[in-house]
């Protein structure tokens, strides 16, 4: 009797392992948060979360998913205790440390959120794609600090780690956009943005939807805007400027200058018309108030067409040799924007920050010229 009692009291522990009524480990109730998370139900994201905690109170991923929880709730104090548990589990986790830093950032401490970030990004035993996070996540920290120079530096640091970081490139185009006002390279990056990021979350429709068009409107308004852009005669400057070109030949230039300055007239957005007159200017009149003059155009030139490099360089040499320093540093560093892998634009904009006197700029300066000794140069043979 005595040994069928103990034969029915382990059958019946072996029935209730087989049926799944041992006691749960978190995993069901974090997988399900995690769900809950991506479904965007926060609340419940947060109840299952907790409890797989307390039933696995050393599951650094799920005080990492509540953690990111709580950011979205709002309540970044929680978010901080949170990780501030995980950091003393795994606090050299660099999944951890990315969290923890960013949590630093919403809790505006942000040494010790720069110091977190920074740890990644120069941790070369790392995956590129992490150290880029670590990179961008710096960028973001100096973009609050309203370092915007030193921001700029560091998200292109790690577009060049991992040219698919979209946070860095969304990040590069509100910095442009809010610091710089460089509207036309915003929209470059925010375009990026879009084409990188696969999930369709709050951010990528917030940039599809307002960023964007809000962009394209501004720009075109601005050239709208413009005198005389109202009344272009397209037609009729491209034929003057042909007319120009043949003066130029010729090295008639008191015709061509006539001829492109009156196809400027003709159309007021004509890039072709204002390069052409700056470098008739620059050619041709080597008085102080000729090359003024060549200057002032080779600056409507660059207004008109954002993308073209080279005229910036030209515009941005010409502004050093006239000695203004000030204005070559904005010429730069809008060239930048539009090939931050130019050498020559590295180069003139850390010239001309040096140039300044400023001691503010010469930090920049330094800065940039660590950036431009990071980029490999292609030596041609």
């Avoid at 720069?114 to 740890?119: K, M, V």
């Avoid at 996070?133 to 973009?143: D, K, Q």
Wanted: hydrophobic content about 45%; charged content about 25%; some cysteine.
């Amino acid at each position: 009797m005595k040994k069928a009692a103990v034969v029915l009291v382990m059958f019946a522990a072996l029935a209730g392992l087989f049926c799944g009524c041992s006691k749960s480990d978190g995993t069901s109730e974090y997988e399900d948060g995690k769900s809950a998370f991506e479904a965007r139900e926060m609340k419940k994201a947060e109840r299952l979360l907790v409890k797989s905690i307390e039933l696995a109170p050393d599951s650094v991923n799920a005080m990492i998913m509540l953690a990111r929880v709580y950011i979205e709730l709002g309540q970044i104090a929680e978010a901080g205790k949170i990780m501030d548990k995980a950091t003393a589990l795994d606090g050299e986790s660099f999944d951890v440390k990315l969290l923890t830093a960013q949590v630093a950032w919403h809790l505006r401490d942000y040494d010790r959120s720069s110091r977190l970030f920074a740890s990644i990004a120069n941790d070369a035993k790392l995956d590129a794609s992490v150290r880029s996070l670590g990179y961008s996540g710096c960028g973001v920290v100096e973009m609050t600090r309203s370092e915007h120079d030193l921001a700029r530096i560091l998200f292109f640091r790690a577009i060049r780690m991992d040219r698919r970081n979209a946070s860095a490139w969304y990040h590069l185009g509100l910095l442009y956009r809010d610091g710089f006002g460089y509207n036309e390279a915003a929209l470059e990056q925010f375009n990026i943005f879009v084409r990188l990021e696969q999930i369709a979350d709050q951010r990528v429709q917030r940039v599809q939807r307002m960023y964007i068009p809000e962009l394209q409107e501004a720009i075109a308004r601005s050239a709208a805007d413009r005198p005389g852009a109202s009344k272009r005669n397209s037609a009729a400057s491209a034929s003057e400027i042909a007319k120009a070109e043949a003066a130029m030949k010729r090295r008639n230039f008191k015709t061509a200058r006539l001829c492109y300055e009156a196809a400027l007239k003709l159309d007021a957005l004509s890039y072709p018309a204002a390069l052409g007159l700056a470098n008739c200017y620059e050619k041709s009149d080597a008085s102080k108030s000729g090359q003024q003059k060549a200057f002032e155009n080779y600056k409507l030139a660059c207004q008109l067409r954002p993308s073209a490099v080279s005229t910036f360089l030209t515009a941005g040499a010409l502004a050093m040799r006239l000695g203004y320093y000030a204005q070559a540093v904005m010429i730069y560093s809008r060239a930048l924007a539009a090939n931050p892998s130019k050498i020559d634009a590295i180069d003139g904009l850390i010239r001309a920050l040096r140039k300044t006197g400023v001691k503010e700029k010469m930090k920049i300066a330094s800065a940039y010229q660590n950036y431009r000794d990071s980029i490999p140069v292609v030596r041609k043979r």
